[in-house]
């Protein structure tokens, strides 16, 4: 039985109609339930026998994904040991003194040094430690451009919109909905940047999760007597992908999302 190594692989198996009869939004999501042992590949109608019979099942031997996270890490940190980091900080927006590479993500502090060892004044988790050591390792440093788009018209974000809509813009939509303080801790705690009538919405700011992977959230405030529902968007600058590839973009995306959740959590609780 062949083993899939990644989510990718398993969606490169499925036909991309979005057909829904699996019970998932799109084949990535369904893709991602196969890696993660959720669902098996026949209850896809659209395969092959042939190819059920070849991979259904191993995916539910995959390691679980915070043990795929650590490892994905572990390679990371062994690359970043291997290169120039005062060469990669010139180019990135970065700075390098003591051995150590120092940038900023959401104005908070994220350094690592020659023997991969990391040091930041925010807390360490896979959504933002694989990101950086990505941008590190593989950025171009390429300015941003000061042209935004959506996720959808982002090379790779072709394949994975429908997804980043589920995952990203729709749960925060939800956060700006209930929790009127969004924004204003967007400023205050993560060095967010309000701009003027983009997109004509009601609020634009800009986050710089990385120093040249800028993102922009617009907003839409529900307008009842018009019978108009919110809305929320994320723009990405043009050049997103020249430094930070499309997984590591929407990792990062998602992560954000999480962590904005928790933050209007707490927020509530007593």
Request: proline letters at 5%; a negative charge.
């Amino acid at each position: 039985m062949t083993q899939p190594d990644n989510i990718m692989e398993i969606f490169k198996l499925l036909d991309k109609s979005n057909c829904r009869k699996c019970d998932e939004p799109t084949c990535l999501a369904f893709a991602a339930a196969v890696f993660k042992g959720q669902k098996q590949l026949n209850e896809c109608p659209n395969l092959e026998n042939e190819i059920i019979e070849r991979y259904d099942g191993a995916a539910s031997n995959q390691m679980p994904l915070e043990r795929e996270a650590e490892e994905a890490m572990k390679q990371l940190k062994t690359k970043i040991t291997k290169i120039d980091l005062s060469l990669s900080a010139q180019k990135l927006g970065a700075k390098f003194s003591d051995g150590k590479l120092t940038i900023k993500c959401l104005g908070k502090g994220f350094s690592i040094d020659t023997k991969g060892n990391i040091t930041t004044e925010i807390h360490v988790h896979s959504w933002i430690v694989i990101p950086v050591l990505n941008y590190i390792l593989n950025g171009a440093g390429i300015p941003a451009s000061g042209k935004w788009v959506p996720f959808r018209e982002l090379d790779g974000g072709k394949t994975w919109h429908r997804l980043f809509g589920q995952r990203c813009e729709k749960p925060l939509k939800k956060v700006a909905d209930t929790y009127t303080d969004l924004f204003e801790d967007m400023i205050r705690l993560f060095d967010g940047r309000q701009v003027e009538n983009l997109y004509s919405s009601d609020i634009s700011l800009v986050l710089h999760p990385l120093p040249r992977v800028p993102i922009l959230i617009s907003y839409w405030k529900p307008e009842p007597e018009e019978g108009l529902e919110s809305d929320l968007s994320i723009f990405f600058d043009s050049t997103a992908e020249e430094n930070l590839n499309i997984e590591s973009i929407y990792l990062l995306s998602t992560g954000l999302v999480i962590m904005f959740e928790k933050l209007a959590l707490r927020h509530g609780e007593p």
